[in-house]
């Protein structure tokens, strides 16, 4: 289904459709994080006896983004005889973990009406056997779900008050019997005490509107560990009344969005808009207690129905280090101090952690470690050199940053000198060329901070196996007149034999501080990877690899050299950061500006970016929003605006206006000469 909005405050979040459903929702809860949406949670209307679930017979409309995670849709009736419109404004409180829609429904037409409007709910709030329940809580007027340590509690308020006054519940022997929903389509809700097993439940509330009439109704999802912790929320809500919740969220987001930067130079509103909602996306994917959450296209859903998103370092870094260039040093500082206390708790750095810090116990994980941690170090030294830093990340060295670069100098194979470990996709074992320049960006970042830190020996060793590295990667892996790489080597008996599928993640080396993105062998990786694995449809983009299964659309594909897989959006994007650090003038940076426009175009609803789009269709195939889409949509951004200020030149005397404004400040050279000492000072 496609996504229209994503709200949330961090430790709630949500995502809704043009109609103003609510597809997805994840709330705190013990662990791991769990989406507690069964099915669609949509809105119904009741007109003359009929009850219909939008968007049915409406035209819908998302408003504009704004810098405040508050969606809103509008949905206008497509007979004139009937001439109602309606207007859904959804978001979560930005300190209580309560969800709120307020939905206003106003009579244009020349007759009474006599209204109905339903929220259905279909929670799956723990795994296994259904044993959910939903009944009417006497204390509080509204409807609670409840399942073992969790509790949704659904309330309204309309023009007679405070209260669920229509509700019906019901109980299905299995998931896709006919429920509340299917039962209430008579237009009449009828009284049912409690449900148990899968149970869902519709509530409403009568309107009566006049010709030109309209009405207000406000309905809230209060989530909890308890009922009767719910409770409490719901009350909280209801003293301090919407007007008081929405003036504050909208408050503390606008506050948020001014901390960081929003200048994107001279590239197209649409993807200036994109730019903002990526910021908002990346800081709702982080939990209060600083873990950034990857999107589902990373964990798929077990047998057990429950799709959980945990902390993945290899997606967190580069959302971390994204979310610290764009200026919120806060969503930073917050994501490393989350992985020291997680790693102390585990003993090093694991691939993927739970939300709540716990390390995830997962089939392969040294290897599957290994290129989460090299992003880790990666993205610390450029935080350190970014912001220097030093005194927050200082306590971090000894025990947690100095023992990651020397697992990462010690998992080099004796023979080939490169890493073994999962592919960057993390789908396949071997030595893999992308995940080998990951462990040297990182080596080579943790020896910078050495250096800083005045460690010469732990700089120079570190410096010597990122050395090591570059040396196999070019003996093995760099092949052809060209140079350009192969994507990894695979096992195959007792030696290893290259493989020459052209992968998209071969287009990251030259992008993590591992080699210089002019360097020849890096230009002719790109040039034969956009070659071999370009879209050639009115879709575009790039595939993740050949022959990539994920996303297949399969007999919908008439050849493999027109359409090698999916376009992947994050996987695009890398080609225009490539674009970017090779230009050298505001020309060359055209490729870049129509890939950034391009990805803008693809987004949906009010600016989510999906992981993959279908190659004909164009339309989303693969799950929105993508956390590593989103991050790597504002790296592309960030390196833009800072090379067009680069190429921007003085018109009195031709020089770059950075340089001229470096070369005024009093003392920089000296202080620049003397950062870095040692073998390691041109690092």
């Known amino acids: 289904m496609a996504r229209a909005f994503l709200i949330g405050n961090g430790s709630l979040t949500a995502l809704g459709d043009r109609s103003g459903a609510l597809l997805e929702l994840y709330a705190p809860s013990i662990s791991p994080e769990t989406q507690l949406i069964r099915r669609p949670a949509r809105l119904g209307l009741a007109v003359d006896g009929a009850l219909r679930w939008l968007p049915d017979s409406f035209e819908t409309r998302t408003g504009e983004p704004t810098d405040a995670p508050i969606a809103d849709v509008s949905l206008s009736s497509i007979d004139p005889g009937l001439g109602l419109e309606i207007w859904i404004e959804s978001y979560v409180d930005a300190s209580l973990p309560v969800l709120i829609r307020r939905v206003q429904i106003t009579n244009r037409g020349i007759v009474h009406r006599a209204l109905t409007l339903y929220f259905h709910h279909d929670l799956r709030l723990a795994g296994g056997r259904p044993h959910e329940s939903v009944r009417r809580d006497a204390e509080s007027g509204g409807l609670l779900h409840t399942s073992g340590r969790r509790a949704v509690l659904f309330n309204l308020e309309g023009p007679e008050g405070t209260g669920v006054a229509l509700a019906r519940t019901a109980s299905r022997a299995t998931e896709n019997s006919a429920g509340a929903d299917t039962e209430a389509m008579d237009g009449r809700v009828k009284f049912q005490a409690e449900a148990a097993g899968y149970a869902d439940s519709v509530g409403g509330v009568a309107l009566s509107l006049p010709p030109g009439g309209s009405a207000m109704v406000t309905a809230w999802l209060a989530c909890a560990d308890s009922p009767e912790e719910a409770r409490l929320l719901d009350g909280a809500f209801r003293r301090e009344g919407v007007a008081s919740s929405r003036t504050r969220t909208r408050g503390h987001w606008n506050f948020w969005s001014s901390e960081g930067a929003r200048d994107v130079a001279d590239l197209p509103e649409a993807v200036g808009a994109v730019y903002g909602q990526s910021l908002l996306a990346l800081r709702l994917h982080q939990t209060p207690e600083g873990a950034i959450v990857s999107g589902l296209e990373e964990t798929p859903a077990p047998a057990s129905g429950i799709e959980s998103r945990w902390c993945w370092l290899a997606d967190a870094a580069i959302a971390a280090d994204a979310l610290g260039r764009a200026g919120y040093l806060g969503a930073s500082r917050r994501y490393f101090s989350f992985v020291a206390d997680a790693a102390r708790r585990a003993g090093r750095l694991t691939a993927v952690y739970e939300p709540s810090g716990a390390a995830v116990m997962i089939a392969g994980e040294p290897e599957r470690s290994i290129l989460g941690t090299a992003l880790h170090l990666w993205a610390a030294a450029r935080h350190?050199?970014?912001?220097?830093?030093?005194?927050?990340?200082?306590?971090?060295?000894?025990?947690?940053?100095?023992?990651?670069?020397?697992?990462?100098?010690?998992?080099?194979d004796s023979r080939a000198g490169l890493p073994a470990s999962t592919d960057w996709w993390d789908e396949r074992s071997g030595m893999h060329a992308p995940v080998?320049?990951?462990?040297?960006?990182?080596?080579?970042?943790?020896?910078?901070?050495?250096?800083?830190?005045?460690?010469?020996?732990?700089?120079?060793?570190?410096?010597?196996?990122?050395?090591?590295?570059?040396?196999?990667l070019t003996g093995t892996l760099a092949s052809g007149p060209s140079g350009a790489f192969r994507r990894s080597l695979?096992?195959?008996?007792?030696?290893?034999?290259?493989?020459?599928?052209?992968?998209?993640?071969?287009?990251?080396?030259?992008?993590?501080?591992?080699?210089?993105?002019?360097?020849?062998?890096?230009?002719?990786?790109?040039?034969?990877?956009?070659?071999?694995?370009?879209?050639?449809?009115?879709?575009?983009?790039?595939?993740?690899?050949?022959?990539?299964?994920?996303?297949?659309?399969?007999?919908?594909?008439?050849?493999?050299?027109?359409?090698?897989?999916?376009?992947?959006?994050?996987?695009?994007?890398?080609?225009?950061?490539?674009?970017?650090?090779?230009?050298?003038?505001?020309?060359?940076?055209?490729?870049?500006?129509?890939?950034?426009?391009?990805?803008?175009?693809r987004a949906e609803g009010i600016g989510l970016l999906p992981e993959r789009l279908h190659p004909y269709r164009g339309r989303t195939v693969g799950p929105a929003p993508s956390l590593v889409a989103h991050a790597w949509f504002v790296q592309a951004a960030v390196d833009y605006s800072e090379k067009v200020r680069i190429l921007t030149r003085c018109e009195r005397c031709g020089e770059p206006a950075p340089a001229r404004r470096e070369r005024r400040r009093p003392g920089i050279q000296a202080h620049r000469a003397g950062l870095l000492p040692g073998v390691v000072a041109d690092l």
């Open 384 to 412: 350190l050199e970014r912001e220097r830093d030093v005194e927050f990340l200082a306590p971090m060295w000894e025990a947690l940053l100095v023992p990651a670069a020397e697992r990462l100098a010690g998992s080099l």
């Open 436 to 472: 080998a320049g990951a462990v040297r960006g990182g080596l080579r970042g943790a020896a910078r901070i050495a250096a800083s830190l005045g460690e010469a020996g732990r700089a120079r060793a570190w410096s010597a196996a990122a050395d090591r590295i570059a040396r196999a």
């Open 490 to 601: 695979t096992p195959e008996g007792t030696t290893w034999r290259p493989d020459d599928t052209a992968d998209a993640s071969l287009l990251l080396l030259g992008l993590l501080d591992d080699f210089e993105p002019e360097d020849p062998r890096v230009r002719a990786t790109v040039t034969e990877v956009k070659e071999r694995l370009w879209v050639r449809t009115g879709t575009g983009g790039l595939a993740r690899y050949e022959r990539d299964p994920v996303g297949s659309v399969g007999g919908d594909v008439a050849s493999p050299v027109e359409v090698p897989g999916s376009p992947n959006v994050a996987a695009t994007l890398w080609l225009a950061l490539h674009s970017i650090r090779a230009a050298r003038r505001l020309q060359d940076l055209e490729p870049a500006r129509t890939i950034l426009f391009w990805a803008a175009a």
